[in-house]
Nanobody, 115 residues
Framework: QVHLVESGGGSVQAGESLTLSCAAS????????MGWYRRVPENQRELVAH???????SYGDSVRGRFTVSRDNAQNTITLQMTKLLPEDTGVYYC?????????WGQGTQVTVSA
């Protein structure tokens, strides 16, 4: 059984920073892509950042230049450093990973940015 455990998140003021982390654990043979998505108040889910197993990174348009994603393949972890946070970054952030050809999702962590 595989689990994705997220940490970080919380409430901050606009312009501040937060870091989210996610660790995959359990019976794992191969971790392919890992990434972060978020569900915003309008109930839409959108890409925040994604890293392939080879290290290729993609960002959502609204976070590019402010967020930085990194991945540790040895530890099966992914970290999202969020800077210059905006109120529109508020939402539930979900870690996702493709492990042994199956997609897994974390439980989600709330990020709230006040103006």
């Amino acid at each position: 059984q595989v689990h994705l455990v997220e940490s970080g998140g919380g409430s901050v003021q606009a312009g501040e920073s937060l870091t989210l982390s996610c660790a995959a654990s359990g019976s794992i043979f191969a971790v392919l892509g890992m990434g972060w998505y978020r569900r915003v108040p309008e109930n839409q889910r959108e890409l925040v950042a994604h890293v392939t197993e080879s290290g290729r990174i993609s960002y959502g348009d609204s976070v590019r230049g402010r967020f930085t994603v990194s991945r540790d393949n040895a530890q099966n972890t992914i970290t999202l450093q969020m800077t210059k946070l905006l109120p529109e970054d508020t939402g539930v952030y979900y870690c996702t990973a493709t492990i042994d050809l199956r997609d897994y999702w974390g439980q989600g962590t709330q990020v709230t940015v006040s103006a």
